[in-house]
C-alpha cells in the first residue's frame, strides 16, 4: 500500500496499491489453480494494463476474480494452447481451444504482426474464446514496433438494436492504436454500446439514475432506473451508428471465424456452457504505404491540430484520443492504483469463495 485517502465522489476510504505488489499477488492467486507461470504473466499484465489506464471496468480488481471463476468452473483451461487452422500468406484462424482470454489474444496480435512484418498485412481470426481486458493492450503491442494495431471482440448479446426492445448482439468492444513521434499512441478503446453494466452497476450502487438512452427494462422500456437497466438491456452508443458498429463487430469477429454471432453467444453469467467469444486482430505497417516517417509526422500534426483547438465554454481544453488514459497510466505508475476499501474486501472474499488461500500481506 503507498497511500490512503477519501473517494470525494463518494466519501469511502481509498488505498493505493504498487503495481508490482498486484503483479506478485496475482501470480501468487494464480499458481494455486496451476496456471503456467508464462501464461498468468500475460494475463496479469493485461489486467494491469486497464487498471494502470485507468479503464478499472476490465483492469486487475474486476477481472482476476472472473478469471478465477471460470478457471474453477471448467470453462477455462489454463494450460491450453491456441491451434492454427488455416494459415494464408497474411491471414491466421486460430482456436483459442478455451484458454484464457489474454494468452489467445495476445498470441493472435503477435502472429497477426509477424504475418504484417512479412507481407505489409496481418489479419487473425480467433474463436473458442474469454474475456481478453481492455482491447487496446493488444494494439499497443503492434504500436510498439512502429506497427497499427486493430482489435475487435464480440461478446454476450446484452445490447437492443435500433428500434428493438431485446439484445442481439453484445457490448463488442473495438480498438484502434495508432504510432505517434513526439505524442503517446493516438488510441480510440470503445464498447459499441451506450454504456457498460459497470458504469450502471456504479449508479446504483451511489442511488443514483442513469442518464436516457443507455438501457432498457426486461420488458423492453427505455428506463433511468440502474437496477431495471441491470435485469434488462444496454442500447448501443449513438443510435444507429453504435447498431451498426455492433453488427460489424460482430461480423468480423464471430462469422469470419465461423463461430458464434449475436444472440448465440453464450451469457456470459452461464458457467456451465463454454463461452465462446470471437477475436480479430488486425497489423498495418505504415511503411508499405507513405512510409512510417512522413506517417508519424501525419499522426503529429492531426494530434496538434486538436489539442490546439480553441475548447467549447465548460472545458478546459481538447484532449486527442488515448491521451488521457496515457496522463493516468503515468501517475498511477507513479503513486499506485487507487481501490476503494469495501471493493478490496469484496475482492478478497470472492478469491476465498473459490477456495483459495489469500496473503493479504503481499498486496498490502
Not at 58 to 66: D, N, Q, S, T, Y
Request: with cysteine; aromatic share 8%; glycine share 12%.
Amino acid at each position: 500500500m503507498t497511500g490512503a485517502n477519501m473517494d470525494r465522489e463518494s466519501g469511502a476510504a481509498e488505498i493505493t496499491i504498487e503495481p508490482g505488489k498486484a503483479t506478485a499477488f496475482g501470480m501468487d492467486v494464480l499458481s494455486q489453480l496451476e496456471v503456467p507461470s508464462e501464461k498468468g504473466e500475460i494475463c496479469i499484465e493485461a489486467f494491469l494494463f486497464g487498471s494502470l489506464r485507468g479503464i478499472d471496468s476490465h483492469g486487475f480488481f474486476a477481472l482476476l476474480p472472473r478469471l478465477v471463476r471460470e478457471i474453477r468452473a471448467g470453462m477455462i483451461d489454463p494450460n491450453a494452447d491456441v491451434r492454427i487452422v488455416k494459415a494464408k500468406t497474411s491471414t491466421l484462424l486460430i482456436d483459442g481451444c478455451s484458454g484464457p482470454g489474454p494468452v489467445t489474444a495476445l498470441r493472435s496480435m503477435k502472429e497477426a504482426m509477424r504475418l504484417c512484418r512479412e507481407s505489409g498485412i496481418g489479419g487473425v481470426s480467433a474463436y473458442n474464446c474469454y474475456h481478453f481486458g481492455a482491447a487496446s493492450f493488444y494494439g499497443f503491442q503492434a504500436v510498439r514496433e512502429d506497427l497499427i494495431g486493430l482489435t475487435f471482440g464480440n461478446a454476450t448479446p446484452r445490447v437492443a438494436p435500433y428500434g428493438g426492445r431485446e439484445g442481439v448482439h453484445g457490448t463488442n468492444p473495438m480498438s484502434f492504436a495508432i504510432p505517434a513521434n513526439k505524442y503517446p499512441p493516438l488510441v480510440v478503446d470503445i464498447a459499441t454500446s451506450a454504456s457498460s453494466a459497470g458504469k450502471i452497476n456504479k449508479a446504483l450502487k451511489k442511488g443514483e439514475r442513469i442518464p436516457e438512452g443507455w438501457a432498457l427494462d426486461r420488458d423492453g422500456n427505455p428506463t433511468t432506473d440502474p437496477e431495471k437497466a441491470l435485469q434488462g438491456f444496454l442500447l448501443p452508443m449513438a443510435g444507429h451508428k453504435g447498431y451498426g458498429l455492433g453488427l460489424i463487430v460482430d461480423i468480423l469477429t464471430g462469422a469470419l471465424a465461423g463461430s458464434f454471432c449475436g444472440k448465440e453467444v453464450p451469457p456470459l453469467e452461464d458457467l456451465t456452457t463454454p463461452y465462446g467469444a470471437s477475436f480479430f486482430m488486425l497489423a498495418l505497417d505504415p511503411g508499405c504505404f507513405a512510409g512510417i516517417d512522413v506517417f508519424k509526422e501525419k499522426v503529429d500534426r492531426l494530434i496538434e491540430d486538436c489539442i490546439t483547438c480553441p475548447p467549447m465554454e465548460g472545458f478546459e481544453r481538447v484532449y486527442f484520443p488515448g491521451e488521457l488514459e496515457a496522463m493516468e497510466e503515468a501517475k498511477r505508475t507513479r503513486t499506485g492504483i487507487p481501490v476503494r476499501d469495501s471493493e478490496l474486501a469484496r475482492f478478497f472474499k470472492s478469491l476465498r469463495d473459490h477456495g483459495l488461500e489469500i496473503r493479504e500481506n503481499i498486496l498490502i
